[in-house]
């Protein structure tokens, strides 16, 4: 089965949607400023953007409050063509160990984390519907460790079940993961070592401690 080229289809829709003054509202979820920070530069260009930071898997909570301040500041000081807003999600972590119950002992990559990223699509979703946005989708795809396929699918379903479009992205493509790394780098921005839930900064850990680095 052909793999679908979720850049070329999010270029479709940008072709459609934008363009000729139209400017669609779209609301970005985001898991961290530095995912961010690619993902804004390009979709800026296009639609007037609101970064929404709902994250209750960060662990712990300080990690989570600097996480935050971090994608804040970098919405405040990058320059864009459209306006960018912030707006700061709820951080209730019993949320994400409520979807991740019977599910901790699975390593990074599988169904914890299909889970949590329904978690926090399904948030921007009903944000974006609460108040009349075109578009959401997630900056998620930009990770190489994260499942570009799931995640467009997750967020097809929601498109369907909420009646807001979902803009089909994998912000990695077109070294998108790369520029990133540059622009978080140039904004001397917190680059997190974990994805960020418990589970994630244990496994983390412990393949760090299996080479020596810490």
Known sequence: MNQI???????????EYCGAG????LLLHSCCG???SY??????????????????????PEEYEQREAEQERFVREFPTKHPVHF????????????VAKGMEQLPEG???????YELRLREAAEYAKKHG?????????????????KLNEIGAKLEGEYGVRYLFSDFKKKDGYKKSTQLSGQYDM??????????SKRQRDAEIAAKGER
Do not use: W
């Open 5 to 15: 080229n979720y850049q070329k289809v999010m270029e479709a829709l940008i072709d």
């Open 22 to 25: 139209n400017v669609p509202r």
């Open 34 to 36: 530095p995912c961010s």
């Open 39 to 60: 993902c804004l530069q390009c979709l800026s260009e296009y639609f007037e953007v609101t970064v929404l930071y709902y994250n209750p898997n960060i662990y712990p």
């Open 87 to 98: 707006v700061a999600g709820r951080y209730e972590p019993e949320e994400f160990y409520a």
């Open 110 to 116: 599988g169904e914890r984390c299909f889970a949590c």
């Open 133 to 149: 946005f075109d578009f959401f989708t997630t900056t998620l795809s930009i990770s190489p460790l994260k499942n570009a396929a």
């Open 190 to 199: 917190y680059r997190q070592y974990y994805c960020g839930c418990v589970y």
